[in-house]
């Protein structure tokens, strides 16, 4: 059994070995430990009254949760001075996020298609627009090139995925991930010395973090 540690700069960062380490027949992903530091709002997103040059607020590409971005709004909203009175408000019994346009016939407001993808809704707020969820990526999906595809697959695609991880923590926090007593020993399929090793990871569409230059973790065990 050799017992890996890598520390990487960049997702999908291949890795060379001084020496090379013996053929791996099965491999398991016994810890990681990664920032939450990818955007999940990729583009800045701009709430704007329709057909003008007024803005109300504007909301930098990062990550966010509901608070951090109703923190963002508000003070967006305090900072631009539109004198539109925009409201909004967290923690409503049908919705995750509430916002209010209380003089909607008179300002109807539109948001950026960023913005709007990443709320769920469409480009035009109502009188009162609820956000249920942000849409954001719920789960990371950790690849490595030694995996066997042809005796692994991923929603019925042959895959070289080493483990799915639920996301947790708060906008930009490290989170250490440990294994789960139901992590299986993944196949692999290796030339009888193995000379390097690239790990990614992606979300359930195939697209690869961008951690923004934050360090990457891994603790493997290879067999």
């Not at 991923?154 to 995925?161: E, F, H, T, V």
Request: net charge negative; charged share 20%.
């Amino acid at each position: 059994m050799v017992v890996l540690t890598i520390v990487a700069q960049k997702n999908g960062e291949t890795v060379y070995f001084d020496e090379p380490i013996p053929q791996v027949h099965y491999m398991k992903l016994v810890s990681c430990s990664l920032y939450n530091s990818w955007h999940n709002l990729k583009k800045v997103g701009v709430i704007a009254v329709d057909r003008s040059s007024i803005r109300i607020a504007t909301i930098p590409q990062g990550h966010y949760n509901l608070l951090s971005l109703e923190k963002e709004l508000k003070s967006s909203i305090r900072e631009l001075k539109s004198q539109i009175p925009l409201e909004v408000e967290t923690n409503k019994p049908n919705s995750a996020l509430k916002i209010i346009n209380p003089d909607h016939d008179k300002f109807p407001i539109n948001i950026s298609h960023a913005l709007a993808d990443f709320l769920g809704i469409g480009t035009r707020l109502e009188a009162i627009t609820y956000v249920k969820k942000l849409n954001t990526p719920a789960d990371y999906f950790i690849h490595c090139d030694l995996i066997d595809s042809s005796n692994n697959f991923l929603n019925g695609k042959r895959s070289d995925i080493l483990a799915k991880i639920h996301i947790r923590g708060l906008p930009y926090d490290r989170v250490t991930y440990p294994s789960l007593p139901q992590d299986v020993l993944r196949e692999c399929s290796t030339s009888q010395h193995v000379h390097q090793i690239t790990l990614s990871i992606k979300d359930e569409d195939g697209e690869m973090f961008d951690f923004n230059g934050l360090p990457i973790e891994f603790l493997l065990e290879l067999n």
